[in-house]
């Protein structure tokens, strides 16, 4: 990813009629994989609610996620202070998941995955919780890495998990 060399004005790029928001879930957690999301939506997409997935009660999100589909970008906002190599414009725009509706939606649909997954790898590893804490650092989350020891999907690169692991793994 580079920096965004661009210096578009935020207005400008928010007058499009189809704008395409870009966010991700699941940089934070000790546990499987960041996932990432683009949502476009058409100027008054009409979609009440919007907001920040993290504000967001877990139903809500998922009733959200379900109505969030469609349509074809002119421009592409992404959430935070850098972008990938894109064929069209583009702009970072950081804390955009509070400030753009399609960032939001984007941030909605990812973290709305991101938890499914955490619900279906539940069913592998049980005694770690990730129906609860999804995977965040919990106490009860590094409680049960003490407790049970690394498992396949926890990030080995992260502190509170390299450090639990024998030495030279």
Known sequence: MR????????LKCLGADVICGVDEAGRGPLAGPVYAAAVILGKGSGIVGL???????????DALA???????????????NRLPALPMLAQAIVGGDAKVAAISAASIVA??????????????????????HKGYPTAAHVLALTEHGVSAVHRRSFGPVRKLLPQGA
């Open 111 to 132: 973290k709305v995955t991101r938890d499914r997954w955490c619900e279906q790898v539940h069913e592998r590893f049980p005694q770690y919780g990730f129906d609860r």
């Open 3 to 10: 920096r965004n060399r661009r210096r578009a004005p935020l």
């Open 51 to 61: 907001a920040d997935s993290k504000k967001l009660s877990e139903r809500r999100r």
């Open 66 to 80: 379900a109505t969030i589909k469609s349509g074809k970008p002119v421009k592409v906002l992404v959430d935070g």
